[in-house]
């Protein structure tokens, strides 16, 4: 019998004046940008998160902790590639990616299938593979403050 893993991840960033916006490895046109240590691609950490946790290998910020200087401004693209090199050093590969990106601006659909080959990409995987979906929160909490943005990410992992 197969072995196969699920994964939970959630993430949060804070939109800040003067940074850029990325989103899934995509670079989004908006005014502000996400918060954080790295390049704060909310929906690359959740990714990431769930993939790590579905592996039982902790979390992202035990592997990539935002107290370390070479993590400053990183790609989230390089932690995700990091993430599925350390996925398959326990001999496990992505089943398929199952992702929710919560803000209320910018509308995001039209970047969707750039992100799913963008992910696809790094991740080795097939663009069908991965499903991103975006929604609001109805003008409820920081996400309908637009204070910030949220991501939600399920994954399926199987030993190779």
Known sequence: MEKIRVGFGYDVHRFA???ELWLGGVKIPFER???????????????????LGAADLRDIGFHFPDNKEEFHN??????LK????LLASKSYRLGNAD?????????LNVYIPRMK??????MNAEP???????TTSEKMGFVGREEGVAAYAVVLIFKE
């Open 117 to 122: 080959s963008c992910l696809a990409d790094v």
């Open 17 to 19: 004046d003067g940074r």
């Open 128 to 134: 069908d593979d991965i499903s991103i979906k975006a």
């Open 74 to 79: 990183i790609d989230s693209k390089i932690l």
């Open 33 to 51: 940008g996400l918060d954080g240590h790295s390049d704060a691609d909310v929906l690359i950490h959740a990714l990431c998160d769930a993939m």
């Open 82 to 85: 990091r993430t599925v090199d």
């Open 99 to 107: 992702i929710t990106v919560c803000a209320e601006r910018p509308r």
